[in-house]
Each structure stands twice: as C-alpha cells, then as structure tokens.
C-alpha cells in the first residue's frame, strides 16, 4: 500500500538548514510526485512546494528563496533543504504524494522546532 | 495568492446530525477544491477533490459541492469518528492554498 514517512531532526537552531527526507513505498518516484506541506503550532497547512514524477519542482513564492526540493528515485526518498531557518519555521511536516495538486496519500509528520 | 476563507471556525454537533462547512475562494478556482480531514496521530486524509468527486474508500455520507468561489463539504448523519478539523485547499493554481480549518467537535 502507499505509505510515505518523513523523517529528519526535531530541534535546529536559528540560522541552520533542515534536511529533511520523505521515504516512499508502494509507488514509485519516476510515476509520481512528492509535496511538501508545513504546519505551523496551532496554525493551519501551508503548501510549500512540489517535486513532479519528471523531477521539475514547483515552490510556494514564500519560501521559494530558501527552499530546494529534490529526490534520489532508486531509493525512493525526496528530500527538502530550507535554509535561513527561523523560529517562525517551527511546526510540523509533511509530505504527501499529488494528484494534479491536491494530496491523496501523507506521512504523519515530523515536527521541528527551531530555538536557540 | 488565492486565499481561501473557511467558516465556521468550530462546529459542535452530535453523532446522527448533518453538518456543513463552507470554503470561499477569494477567486474564481472552477471546480478545483479538495477536502481534507486532519485527527491527532493519523495521516491527513483526503474526503473530496474536484469539489465533488469522493475519494476512493470515504464513506457516501461525505459529500461536497460548489464550483467557482463557493464550497460546501457536507456530512450528513455524523459518525463518532468523523469529529476533528477540516481543511479545504484549491489546487487549480499555485501557490496551493489551504483554508484556515473547521473544527468539529461532540456536543
């Protein structure tokens, strides 16, 4: 079945870049795209941006300058680098697998929180 | 952006009842609106996508309708576990956004 978990560390500090990886299985990378979506504490979902199954990328213009989407299809992982981190990036993320941009399957989530 | 305006903020309602949840689009998305619904531990689940198509697997007392900048998810006769947050998304353009979320609760 499709399944997609996220995985990354939950505390970075002020100024740092988030590495975070979204494992796929039960689709494969090279027929699918993989977004990414963020949810501050308390707040509601944010798109943030989406790698297609061709491996084009499109992002959210709000984080477009600090964001890189980018995938490894023989291990079935996508990975999402956002720099600049500040404490306003803290919440949860997610990432989900698109159909023509709304979400059929998600991960549950990782949380980061970012404090110094 | 197209910003997406979900009322009402918080819904009390008890199991048996049908309950609405609207979604304004600050434009015109045609039909393109998905319907999702959020519960603490679980994985987002889509309900709807193109404002009234049921995703595979969701229970037919989920309903949407709408098109252009007007929404409604409806479900009718509540089960226990259909209580927790709703969100709607447009998905005809980019940036994707989100609606602000709907909070079911028990009465």
């Known amino acids: 079945q499709v399944q997609l978990e996220e995985s990354g560390p939950g505390l970075m500090q002020p100024s740092e870049t988030l590495s975070l990886t979204c494992t796929v299985s039960g689709f494969s990378l090279t027929s699918n795209g993989v977004g990414w979506v963020r949810q501050p504490l308390g707040k509601g979902l944010v798109w943030m941006g989406t790698?297609?199954?061709?491996?084009?990328?499109n992002y959210n213009s709000a984080v477009q300058s600090r964001l890189s989407i980018s995938r490894d299809t023989s291990k079935s992982q996508v990975f999402l680098k956002m720099n600049s981190l500040q404490p306003e990036d803290t919440g949860t993320y997610y990432c989900a697998r698109p159909r023509r941009g709304y979400f059929d399957y998600w991960g549950q989530g990782v949380m980061v929180t970012v404090s110094s | 952006d197209v910003q997406m305006t979900q009322s009402p903020y918080n819904l009390a309602a008890s199991p048996g009842e049908s309950v609405s949840i609207n979604c304004k689009a600050s434009k015109s998305i045609s039909k393109y609106l998905a319907w999702y619904q959020q519960k603490p531990g679980k994985a987002n689940k889509l309900l709807i996508y193109?404002?009234?198509t049921l995703q595979s697997g969701i229970p037919s007392r989920f309903s949407g309708s709408g098109s252009g900048t007007d929404f409604t998810l409806t479900i009718r006769s509540l089960e226990p576990e259909d209580f927790g947050l709703y969100y709607c998304?447009?998905?005809?353009?980019?940036?994707?956004?989100f609606g602000s979320g709907t909070k079911l609760e028990i009465k």
């Open positions: 790698i297609w199954a061709g491996g084009s990328t």
């Open positions: 193109d404002g009234s």
């Open positions: 998304q447009q998905h005809n353009e980019y940036p994707f956004t």
